[in-house]
């Protein structure tokens, strides 16, 4: 049958898309392709995805609801969704807040509608976000810990899906599973992330900035274990038992909290290049440490991730110099 796949231009919904063509899949891949960051970069990805005879890509905005509608009936095999498309970005929050609640929430309850409608939904999973857990102060952080205090508006939107696909799965039984991811790295990363800000400077010879004096740690993951650990999910979706909604959540991370003074070394070392470093205080919305319980994917889909930052981050600088032409 056929997979829906939001935001497929994206770095998170390129990788998943490749992996799920690569054994047999088709898919139908949605993306908005807005300039938060450069199209280009989606673009060339997209270039990428169309070599494969079983992608079909529609470019459009998951909130358009008359788009995604004619999305849907287009492809009358769409039988699971996984609903990736979204303003990410912290930061961005506090000066686009109206781009988080057009995605993050009318865009996020659009697409929950569509698979309301399809009586063929197997599956509908989706991407939330490490930074719900805001200010918690217990590590690492789990899937049953109290998330009710986050401290940007890209958190709390992100949380306000977890809530709306809990109602939905509640009321209409949608198997229905929310992704908490937790810093994603790697080759056709987003260039707004720490990895490529810090290697594209670097290179310029621009100065990074470096938020709370260094003294921050990231549960960083490898693109690869992230796509193995939404495809995973994907295959595995929860039952309905009858008596609780066919609902989970589940932390997507490393498994390993990480000094941001070790990777900025590990980017350095593989660059043959210093950082020139600004020392910056903690910035709004920000938060000092992540580092993910995965045990609950552990246990229900065998989730391994498997990359170290000290594989990881080479693997990524070989990328990010081929593709600048370096």
């Known amino acids: 049958m056929t997979v829906l796949i939001t935001g497929a231009a994206g770095f998170i919904g390129f990788h998943t898309s490749l992996r799920l063509l690569a054994r047999g899949e088709t898919v139908v891949g949605v993306d908005n392709l807005n300039a938060y960051y450069d199209p280009a970069l989606k673009a060339r990805r997209l270039a990428l995805l169309a070599e494969h005879r079983n992608f079909v890509f529609h470019r459009g905005d998951i909130a358009d609801r008359a788009a995604m509608a004619a999305v849907a009936a287009a492809h009358p095999d769409i039988d699971r969704y996984i609903n990736l498309a979204a303003q990410a970005g912290v930061r961005h929050s506090l000066t686009a807040p109206f781009d988080y609640s057009h995605s993050n929430v009318e865009g996020h309850l659009v697409m929950l509608e569509l698979a309301r409608a399809n009586p063929r939904c197997r599956h509908f999973v989706y991407a939330s976000s490490s930074s719900v857990y805001g200010t918690n102060t217990k590590l690492p952080f789990s899937v049953e810990d109290r998330v009710d205090t986050p401290i940007s508006l890209?958190?709390?939107?992100?949380?306000?899906?977890?809530?709306?696909?809990?109602?939905?799965?509640?009321?209409?039984?949608?198997?229905t599973t929310g992704l908490r991811f937790f810093t994603v790295y790697g080759p056709w990363g987003r260039p707004d992330m720490a990895a490529y800000l810090f290697a594209s400077a670097i290179v310029?010879?621009?100065?990074?900035?470096?938020?709370?004096?260094?003294?921050?740690?990231?549960?960083?993951?490898?693109?690869?274990?992230?796509?193995?650990?939404?495809?995973?999910?994907?295959?595995?979706?929860?039952?309905?038992?009858?008596?609780?909604?066919?609902y989970r959540l589940y932390n997507i991370g490393n498994n390993r909290s990480e000094g941001l003074m070790d990777y900025i070394g590990l980017i350095e070392q593989a660059l043959g290049?210093?950082?020139?470093?600004?020392?910056?205080?903690?910035?709004?919305?920000?938060?000092?440490?992540?580092?993910?319980?995965?045990?609950?994917?552990?246990?229900?889909?065998?989730?391994?991730?498997?990359?170290?930052?000290?594989?990881?981050?080479?693997?990524f600088i070989a990328w990010f110099k081929d593709f600048n032409g370096l």
């Open 154 to 175: 890209y958190a709390a939107t992100k949380r306000a899906g977890e809530l709306v696909s809990h109602s939905y799965s509640h009321l209409f039984r949608i198997p």
């Open 204 to 246: 310029a010879g621009r100065p990074i900035r470096v938020f709370n004096n260094g003294d921050m740690r990231r549960d960083f993951t490898f693109i690869d274990d992230i796509v193995s650990g939404v495809v995973g999910v994907l295959d595995n979706p929860p039952p309905d038992t009858g008596t609780t909604p066919p």
């Open 273 to 315: 290049r210093k950082a020139i470093m600004e020392l910056e205080p903690m910035q709004p919305g920000d938060v000092k440490e992540t580092y993910a319980d995965i045990s609950a994917i552990q246990r229900d889909v065998g989730f391994a991730p498997a990359t170290p930052i000290s594989e990881g981050i080479p693997r």
